[in-house]
Nanobody, 111 residues
Framework: QVQLVESGGGLVQPGGSLRLSCAAS????????VGWYRQAPGTERDLVAT???????DYADSVKGRFTISRDNAKNTLYLQMNSLKPEDTAVYYCTVGSSWGQGTRVTVSS
C-alpha cells in the first residue's frame, strides 16, 4: 500500500522560509519521477517542481531561484526548500511519486 506523508507546512511571513518533506512507503521511490504541485483556492493544481531519478530538476518560472527540490533515495523522502516566500505562494502543496499523490500540506504566507 502506497503512503505519502507530507509535513512542514504552516504560516510564515513574507520573505520567510519553509521546508516541506514527503515521506514515501510502499513504492519504488528511487526509480520514479517525484515532484511538488500546489493549488490555491479557486485555481487549478499547478506544477511547482519535479526531480527525476537521475537528479534532473525542473521548476515553474514563478519559483525559480527561490525554491529547491531534492530527494533522499535512502530515506524515500522528497523535499522542497522554499525561500523568499511571497503571499502568492499561499496554497496547499501536494507531493507526487510516480502516479501517487500525498494528502497535501497547507502553506500560508501572510504578515
Amino acid at each position: 500500500q502506497v503512503q505519502l506523508v507530507e509535513s512542514g507546512g504552516g504560516l510564515v511571513q513574507p520573505g520567510g522560509s519553509l521546508r516541506l518533506s514527503c515521506a514515501a512507503s510502499g513504492i519504488m521511490f528511487r526509480i520514479l519521477r517525484v515532484g511538488w504541485y500546489r493549488q490555491a483556492p479557486g485555481t487549478e493544481r499547478d506544477l511547482v517542481a519535479t526531480i527525476m531519478s537521475g537528479g534532473r530538476t525542473d521548476y515553474a518560472d514563478s519559483v525559480k531561484g527561490r525554491f529547491t527540490i531534492s530527494r533522499d533515495n535512502a530515506k524515500n523522502t522528497l523535499y522542497l526548500q522554499m525561500n523568499s516566500l511571497k503571499p502568492e505562494d499561499t496554497a496547499v502543496y501536494y507531493c507526487t511519486v510516480g502516479s501517487s499523490w500525498g494528502q497535501g500540506t497547507r502553506v500560508t504566507v501572510s504578515s
